[in-house]
């Protein structure tokens, strides 16, 4: 069995953040997003993966590399889809490094707890056409959703207006070769795209067994920012502490708190599930739950929690708390001085800025 995960797309819901790099690659607990869906597919036992790219590709293809930090054997190829057309059309894109073998597609902004292996056992035990994850949501009209009946997949519509369910389809799916078949006969939504969910409904229509599976457990679609911070704590909270930094006689640090070697901590508190890169001082501040802060950072007389702060950023003398942030690599925010003042900034496109 192969594995196939999308990683193209531009992340407008993630901008200003994406402006500047692949939103796959923005972190959840220190670790790109992208590397919990490889990491899913080679527990699985899968050792081939294609990885669909577009606009970002170059950048993915640094961070990923070829596949070898995953362990022996494991090999990445890198597919192109010049043109963002839907699921289906990168299934189609990738036909020929699938070949007809079965294959996992996983769309790489998704991070599902419980792994996959279960289900990569249930399908090469069952031999359906098609498996797919369903999970039950409050806003189905959000996503691609599934009808059932009698226990089977009868009907499925992508972000309907009226959903007739609450079962949204998790972003894993697991295909045999058909799959070829169906996104070649389906014609392109008035999104413009070649909808999976189109295609699944043709192997439905045509008599192919496509079985559903309800996922236990949590499962995080990372394409908003709110989604993102909830898969941060989600992830944090499985943390199991390790402080191989420098943590002073005047600081305190309580709970599961991994502080990488290099990091420093003065004078401040640390209360986990927190993570702290390789390189960034902490000084005089406090760092509360479910934060994630990577390498090379310096905050300085600040409070932060639930938040995730990325590579190389400054965040000095703030004097209250930062909250439910999501702070880009090398920014710099600091205290201006008291009134009378004028207010400067060098601010990126989408951002937003409240002033009181």
Not at 26 to 35: D, M, S, Y
Request: proline residues 5%; neutral net charge; contains cysteine.
């Amino acid at each position: 069995m192969k594995g196939l995960i999308l990683s193209g797309g531009k992340g407008t819901r993630l901008r200003p953040l994406t402006f500047t790099q692949a939103k796959q690659l923005v972190p959840v607990a220190n670790k790109p997003v992208l590397f919990y869906g490889i990491e899913a597919l080679v527990e699985a036992g899968i050792r081939e993966i294609g990885i669909v790219v577009g606009d970002t590709k170059e950048e993915i293809r640094a961070a990923v590399g070829d596949g070898s930090r995953w362990g022996r054997g494991v090999r990445v190829t890198y597919i192109e889809q010049p043109d963002p057309l839907g699921l289906a059309h990168a299934v189609l894109v990738a036909e020929s490094f699938l070949g007809r073998e079965p294959f996992v597609m996983y769309l790489g902004d998704n991070i599902l707890k419980s792994g996959i292996t279960s289900l990569v056992e249930e399908f090469t035990r069952k031999k359906p056409n098609s498996l797919i994850l369903l999970t039950e949501v409050p806003n189905p009209q959000m996503f691609g959703v599934a009808e059932l009946q009698g226990g089977k997949v009868v009907r499925l519509v992508e972000k309907p207006k009226e959903p007739r369910s609450n079962l949204a389809l998790v972003g894993v799916y697991l295909f045999d070769h058909n799959i070829f078949e169906a996104a070649k006969a389906i014609r392109s939504s008035w999104r413009n795209e070649l909808e999976i969910t189109d295609a699944i409904q043709y192997l439905v229509e045509h008599g192919y067994e496509v079985q559903p599976h309800l996922v236990t457990g949590w499962w995080k679609d990372t394409g908003k920012i709110e989604d993102l911070l909830e898969a941060n704590r989600l992830i944090l909270d499985t943390l199991a502490g390790r402080v191989e930094g420098e943590v002073d006689a005047e600081s305190r640090v309580s709970g599961p708190v991994v502080l990488e070697k290099g990091a420093v901590v003065r004078n401040s508190t640390i209360r986990g599930p927190v993570i702290i890169g390789d390189g960034t001082e902490v000084i005089e501040s406090y760092i509360g739950p479910f934060t994630s802060i990577q390498g090379r950072c310096r905050i300085v007389r600040t409070e932060i929690e639930h938040s995730i702060v990325l590579e190389g950023s400054q965040i000095l003398d703030i004097g209250s708390r930062v909250d439910e942030s999501l702070i880009g690599r090398e920014v710099r925010i600091f205290k201006c001085p008291p009134k009378p003042s004028v207010y400067r900034f060098v601010v990126g496109d989408k951002s937003e800025i409240g002033i009181k």
